[in-house]
């Protein structure tokens, strides 16, 4: 099992600019998440999915959208990227949300310049 | 107001001997789950352990175990016998009642162990 994957690994933006980054998980997770990460910080939800087709929002979802088509993949979109989401982005998964541990990606290192 | 507080921003311990993080948090909820995540330098993200509100026991998972005080609201990690690998930033997290999707994280402590 590979677990949850990120790509890319590191990317850097400019102002405006949009990307994707890419999470698949191979565990048959029905809960999937987005995390980002600032400098000396804990993790903050962006946006969260119970199962393929679902999706809501977490903590701090302005400036971003996901889709979750399929139970392995949920990409996360940003749109006109802005300097204040320069951080790293964590995609996690779990098997159940009560009790049950978020098993991490890799993170993706996001600059926006 | 802030759910999960470490004190704590970074904290020593000598090779082989046993140290204590500290974890406080802040729910009305009285279902909830409190993990603590490792995160290397290498920046993944690592599950060690996990305690739920009802638990009547410590969790213990090899050298790490959870003191639990409900009452203080406290959920420290204690890390015995300390390896030069265990050096690494570490997250209490805490998720509020059943089937929350939102969990929260505390802003870390450092861990430096010396040989």
């Known amino acids: 099992n590979a677990g949850v994957t990120q790509t890319p690994k590191f990317r850097i933006l400019k102002i405006g600019q949009s990307m994707t980054l890419q999470c698949t998980q191979d565990?048959?997770?029905?809960?999937m998440y987005w995390y980002r990460q600032d400098p000396g910080m804990g993790l903050k939800l962006i946006y969260y999915?119970?199962?393929?087709?679902?999706?809501d929002k977490g903590e701090v979802p302005n400036g971003y959208n996901v889709s979750r088509s399929t139970t392995e993949d949920f990409p996360l979109r940003l749109e006109l990227a802005a300097p204040s989401q320069t951080s790293v982005y964590f995609c996690?998964?779990?098997?159940?949300?009560?009790?049950?541990?978020?098993?991490f990606g890799p993170g993706t290192r996001l600059t926006v310049l | 107001a802030q759910k999960i507080t470490q004190t704590q921003p970074g904290m020593f311990v000598q090779e082989k001997e046993a140290v204590t993080l500290d974890c406080t948090y802040d729910?009305?909820?009285?279902?909830?789950?409190l993990f603590w995540y490792k995160q290397p330098s290498s920046g993944e993200m690592i599950f060690l352990i996990y305690?739920?509100?009802?638990?009547?026991q410590n969790a213990t998972e090899g050298r790490y175990s959870l003191n639990f005080q409900k009452a203080r609201k406290s959920a420290n990690l204690v890390i015995s016998a300390s390896q030069l690998g265990d050096s690494a930033m570490y997250f209490c997290?805490?998720?509020?009642?059943?089937?929350?999707?939102?969990?929260?994280f505390g802003a870390g402590t450092r861990l430096t162990v010396k040989p």
């Open positions: 565990m048959n997770h029905n809960y």
């Open positions: 305690q739920g509100s009802y638990d009547q």
């Open positions: 996690a998964s779990s098997y159940r949300p009560e009790g049950g541990p978020l098993f």
């Open positions: 729910t009305s909820d009285p279902s909830y789950g």
């Open positions: 997290a805490m998720r509020e009642g059943l089937n929350n999707n939102d969990m929260r």
């Open positions: 999915s119970v199962g393929a087709g679902i999706t």
